[in-house]
């Protein structure tokens, strides 16, 4: 069992910027695929953003794309998503997420983001 857990959000105006962190359990965080995702009120969950295991691959959404940045930290277990210039369409509880080498899935809580214009 992984477990997730975020922090980082908040409150932020239009063009300012966040870090969420999101911390894992287990002892085999350095073979998690990680990524991030965000649901908007009424709209269906999205991805953000992902890293490989080893950091040597990130993949972005085409919105935030040369906004936000990804990264991680395997002796840490943590994983962080740097947020930049931000819009209040990045406005959303943005979650963190892991893959197993064994294609299990994991969840976690959730942190709101939200940009006020």
């Known amino acids: 069992q992984v477990q997730l857990v975020e922090s980082g959000g908040g409150l932020v105006q239009a063009g300012g910027s966040l870090t969420l962190s999101c911390a894992a359990s287990?002892?085999?965080?350095?073979?998690?695929?990680m990524g991030w995702f965000r649901q908007a009120p009424g709209k269906e969950r999205e991805f953000v953003a992902s890293?490989?295991?080893?950091?040597?691959?990130?993949y972005f959404a085409d919105s935030v794309k040369d906004r936000f940045t990804i990264s991680r930290d395997n002796a840490k277990n943590t994983v962080w998503l740097q947020m930049n210039n931000l819009k209040p369409e990045d406005t959303a509880v943005y979650y963190c997420?892991?893959?197993?080498?064994?294609?299990?899935?994991?969840w976690g809580q959730g942190t709101q983001v939200t940009v006020s214009s």
């Open positions: 997420h892991a893959r197993t080498s064994s294609g299990s899935e994991y």
């Open positions: 890293i490989s295991w080893d950091g040597a691959n990130t």
């Open positions: 287990g002892q085999t965080f350095s073979s998690y695929a």
